[in-house]
């Protein structure tokens, strides 16, 4: 009884040292997997160096003694490769709410395209200003004052521009062309203006203001293509509304001071012609724009040629120069009776010099 209760006490201690080199080897085998998912050199996590969020190697020992086994011949699963990582580029959200990796130099287009331009006009003007009080007559001579009797012969104006594309070909704009005219002189002879009477030789200090704001849409029709895929001939309709500012000042020193002003809208139609040799960085354009007159109504009408000269890019900013020649006419009349407001005014040839940025 003693040699059978001996033989089953050496079982159960063979067993109990089967089960502990069972154990001994799936942990050795946890820590070598361990260590072979971490990077060299790296030491116990801290603030600074977290876990990572990957799934820890089990061995097959570890994964059969959670289920109530164990095995002696375990063999160990790699752990799950971590997720790569962005270096220096950016992440973009997509629709589902995942993160998603752009490349360098690769950008997400704007559903809008934007230019703003900018423009200096000098050159010479001419006209007349008859301006009656409410169509009385003999409160204004007929075409009086001219222009160049008051002291007026050149214009310094600005003209500026911002548009909104939502196609390569379609845009609508607004902008404006600020004209201040100032001068003064000795009137070689005399005449009526809006019911105040200047002799022959007054001297007299003039100011005349003749802005207009436009707002419209246009449309480019590309009607030839470069070897390089650019458009080097195109043609670019436009159709606008307009609002005319005009001011006028007469100070005739003891004979009296005149003054009017009002605004007017208008229409004008128009288009440019533009031809890019080669589809490289310069093009030459060809504009004119306006509308038949029509009494109450402002007409305003352009003309001119220009280079243009793509010099500079810096990111989504394409830098252009301008250079060229400019005429524009101002018309207004309206059907007050018998002595009507008849505002005649020609601009040119002026110097047009502008930058343009596309972005």
Known sequence: ?????????????????????TLATAALAGCMAQQHAAPPGSGAHTANNPPAVTAQPRSSAQAN????GSSAGATTQ???????????????????????????GEHTPLPLRFSASAEYLYGP??????????GKKGTSTGNQPHLGNIGIN????FDGEV???????????????????????????????????????????????LDWYRFGLRHEFDLSTAPNGVADVTLTPWLEGLVW???????????????????????????????RPYGGPFSIEAFAGSFPQINNMA?????????????????????SVLLGVEWEQQRFKDSQKPLNNNIRVDFGPMLDVGLKVDF
């Open 245 to 275: 500012d005009f001011g006028y000042h007469l100070n005739a020193g003891k004979a009296g001071t005149a003054g009017r002003s009002f605004n007017e809208f208008g229409v004008q139609f128009g288009g440019t012609l533009a031809w």
């Open 163 to 209: 548009a909104v594309g939502w196609t390569p070909q379609d845009e609508a704009y607004i902008g404006g062309q600020v004209i201040h005219l100032s001068g003064g002189d000795t009137v070689p002879k005399g005449f009526v203006t809006h019911g105040v009477h200047v002799p022959k030789n007054t001297p007299v200090e003039s100011d005349v203001r």
């Open 78 to 104: 790699p752990a799950a490769p971590p997720p790569p990582h962005a270096t220096g580029t950016d992440a973009e959200t997509s629709d589902d709410g995942s993160e998603g990796i752009v490349l360098p």
């Open 65 to 68: 003694g959670s289920a109530g």
């Open 154 to 157: 050149d214009t310094n104006s």
């Open 125 to 134: 003007v001419s006209g007349n200003l008859q301006v009656p009080v409410g």
């Open 299 to 319: 007409q305003i009408s352009i003309e001119g040629i220009r280079g243009r000269y793509h010099f500079y890019q810096f990111r989504r900013a394409d830098f």
């Open 1 to 21: 009884m003693q040699s059978g209760l001996a033989r089953r006490l050496s079982r159960m201690r063979r067993a109990a040292g089967c089960s502990v080199i």
